[in-house]
């Protein structure tokens, strides 16, 4: 969370979520790589479901006080939020002036 100044003298507040203004970028290099990450997270949880080792999954994928009773696509959604975050950049178009920056 912080204040940016645009050039044009606008300050940029990204101290909320879904804001109209805020972006993610993710550089070209990384998309390959972003991509097999979330096949591979997929088919780990596939293969544990047909083996029936659903919660020693979740026990090798998240913190210990991972709620167990989530939906499958609920726990694919937390695994690859946590890797776009890690691997995009955040940019904010201006209000004011329309300048995007980051």
Request: charged share 25%.
């Amino acid at each position: 969370m912080s204040k940016l100044k645009c050039s044009c003298g606008h300050i940029i507040i990204d101290q909320a979520d879904n804001l109209k203004y805020k972006a993610y970028l993710l550089p070209d290099i990384v998309v390959d790589s972003v991509s097999n990450i979330f096949t591979t997270i997929i088919d780990s949880l596939i293969d544990a479901l047909d083996a029936g080792t659903r919660l020693e999954w979740i026990k090798n994928n998240f913190l210990p006080s991972y709620p167990k009773d989530l939906k499958n696509s609920s726990m694919i959604h937390d695994l690859i939020s946590d890797d776009l975050i890690e691997k995009s950049k955040d940019i904010f178009e201006c209000e004011k002036c329309g300048m995007v920056g980051y």
